[in-house]
T-cell receptor, first 112, second 116 residues
Framework: QQPVQSPQAVILREGEDAVINCSSS?????VHWYRQKHGEAPVFLMI?????EQKGHDKISASFNEKKQQSSLYLTASQLSYSGTYFC?????????????FGTGTRLKVLA | DTEVTQTPKHLVMGMTNKKSLKCEQH?????MYWYKQKAKKPPELMFV???????INESVPSRFSPECPNSSLLNLHLHALQPEDSALYLC???????????????FGSGTRLTVV
């Protein structure tokens, strides 16, 4: 049930673009994206709720496909501050309620 | 105040010790969470409190005991831990719980626990 992210790791030069994918075998209720820097708390980036939705701010954007089984995070003109591990997350129905789980993670390193 | 504060930041404990982790938020969030994170792995959900009541226990061993004294505080009591319990323990909060939480979760910076 855990969403699978790809790639597992990526290294970029400043100014390059990256795409991180989050896939599930079943439709997702929603997708959250987080970035976690080493030794720090995960920081919420954005949430997507509807199939076909796209949103973003600054140079980071995300999409949610129509079937709600895949989301992609787009990092444009990457900066050193983009380095970290990116997680997607979603709510999984369980025992009449929901629990929130994270995807497998993607480690991103931006080099000067 | 838009932070979740966790104390202590680091903790080393023996397998026979009893210790507690603390988490505090003043954002008026009604759901609070404990996650465990091993190195290079995603956070794993342990417990969910909603409106100060335990809503989810992810089959966590009884040596971990959560407590929510009020809507702003969340504790995790530790007793007789094993070395494999060494990890980063993250607390988080959100406005509500379940779907349609538009603002995501706010995480604390965690307590790095080492069991010796």
């Amino acid at each position: 049930q855990q969403p699978v992210q790809s790639p597992q790791a990526v290294i970029l030069r400043e100014g390059e673009d990256a795409v991180i994918n989050c896939s599930s075998s079943k439709a997702l209720y929603s997708v959250h994206w987080y970035r976690q820097k080493h030794g720090e708390a995960p920081v919420f980036l954005m949430i997507l709720l509807k199939g076909g939705e796209q949103k973003g701010h600054d140079k980071i954007s995300a999409s949610f496909n129509e079937k709600k089984q895949q989301s992609s995070l787009y990092l444009t003109a990457s900066q050193l501050s983009y380095s970290g591990t990116y997680f997607c997350g979603t709510e999984i129905p369980t025992s009449g309620t929901y629990k929130y789980i994270f995807g497998t993670g993607t480690r991103l390193k931006v080099l000067a | 105040d838009t932070e979740v504060t966790q104390t202590p930041k680091h903790l080393v404990m023996g397998m026979t010790n009893k210790k507690s982790l603390k988490c505090e938020q003043h954002m008026g969030h009604r759901a609070m969470y404990w996650y465990k994170q091993k190195a290079k792995k995603p956070p794993e959900l342990m417990f969910v409190y909603s409106y100060e009541k335990l809503s989810i226990n992810e089959s966590v061993p009884s040596r971990f005991s959560p407590e929510c004294p009020n809507s702003s505080l969340l504790n995790l009591h530790l007793h007789a831990l094993q070395p494999e319990d060494s990890a980063l323990y993250l607390c988080a909060s959100s406005q509500g719980w379940g779907v349609r939480d538009y603002y995501g979760y706010t995480f604390g910076s965690g307590t790095r626990l080492t069991v010796v």
